[in-house]
């Protein structure tokens, strides 16, 4: 077995613990007009894109629903179909602007099973190149990403007008 390890996350995993609030519930109540503060890339009827601020790639972003629910088999039909609509457009976006050889797309469900926020679902969509991994992270504990995450968002955003 070979072990990935990601200790840049830790501040993330330390943070998540002692949140009293949900930030998946909170961004999206913010001004739609400043959504480029949150990160919002999308807001739909059911669900909205937001940037991962701990990303492990350069594009990654989350699709949730708006409703804080933790059980997948809560979600109605509407919010399932957008959701899935939104990741299809997620990927559609991130081609255009990253040009990526492939993608990561998963959701973890529950904190055994390495949700950093259990009890509101969302999917990540990584996009993934070849090479795109290297030592830095494992030498001297640090994630290297070529991009500011408002570079990232300024790409994206208007591949979701």
């Known amino acids: ?11 993330y995993i330390k943070g998540a613990d002692s ?20 990160y919002i890339l999308h807001r739909g009827r059911d669900a909205f894109v937001i940037l991962n601020i701990y990303p492990y790639n350069t594009g990654h ?15 109605g039909a509407d919010e399932g179909l957008e959701g899935f609509g939104l990741l299809r457009r997620s990927v559609e976006a991130l081609k255009e602007a990253f040009q990526p050889h492939g993608f990561n797309i998963g959701m973890n469900l529950g904190r055994v099973a390495g949700a950093g926020i259990p009890d509101h679902l969302h999917f990540h ?12 992270p494992v030498l001297s504990d640090t994630k290297v990403l070529p991009e500011m995450l408002d570079e990232t968002y300024a790409k994206l955003k208007p591949l979701f007008a």
């Open 125 to 136: 969509v990584v996009p993934r190149w070849g090479g795109d991994t290297n030592f830095m």
């Open 61 to 75: 972003l989350m699709v949730a629903p708006y409703r804080h629910t933790a059980d997948l088999e809560s979600l």
């Open 1 to 11: 077995m070979e072990w990935l390890w990601t200790p840049w996350r830790m501040e």
């Open 19 to 38: 949140a009293e609030s949900c930030f998946l519930c909170e961004a999206p109540n913010l001004d739609p007009e400043q959504d480029d503060r949150s």
